[in-house]
Nanobody, 121 residues
Framework: VQLQASGGGLVQPGGSLRLSCIAS???????VGWFRQAPGKEREGVSC??????TTHTTDSVQGRFTISRAGNLVYLQMDSLKPEDMGVYYC??????????????????WGQGTQVTVSS
């Protein structure tokens, strides 16, 4: 299984970014999660999606601003109305499973490299 995340960058508060994650070798039934980690903070689950039924979960702090979607083996995280507190390294993770997606890092065996998101004026 290989995961490749991209799309991070520098954006002003209120701006948008779209992160992409290419998941290869994970099979047809899996869950993909986006996590983020800010300096000095624990890794936090942001949003996840299941390939089985397309259900998603999104953490409360980004609800209504971030949208996860999937097209084949590509998983996107559309981030709108970005805030400084959204800054951090964003990781995508995957786990081959028929189960629902979860926002805990313990639910994922495979991780991609991170992509930095900086929100600053």
């Amino acid at each position: 299984v290989q995961l490749q995340a991209s799309g991070g960058g520098l954006v002003q508060p209120g701006g948008s970014l779209r992160l992409s994650c290419i998941a290869s070798g994970v099979g047809d039934y899996y869950r993909v999660g986006w996590f983020r980690q800010a300096p000095g903070k624990e890794r936090e689950g942001v949003s996840c999606i299941s390939s089985v039924d397309g259900t998603t979960h999104t953490t409360d702090s980004v609800q209504g601003r971030f949208t996860i979607s999937r097209a084949g083996n590509l998983v996107y995280l559309q981030m709108d109305s970005l805030k400084p507190e959204d800054m951090g390294v964003y990781y995508c993770a995957a786990d081959p499973t028929f189960g629902p997606c979860v926002l805990t890092w313990l639910g994922y065996d495979y991780w991609g490299q991170g992509t930095q998101v900086t929100v600053s004026s």
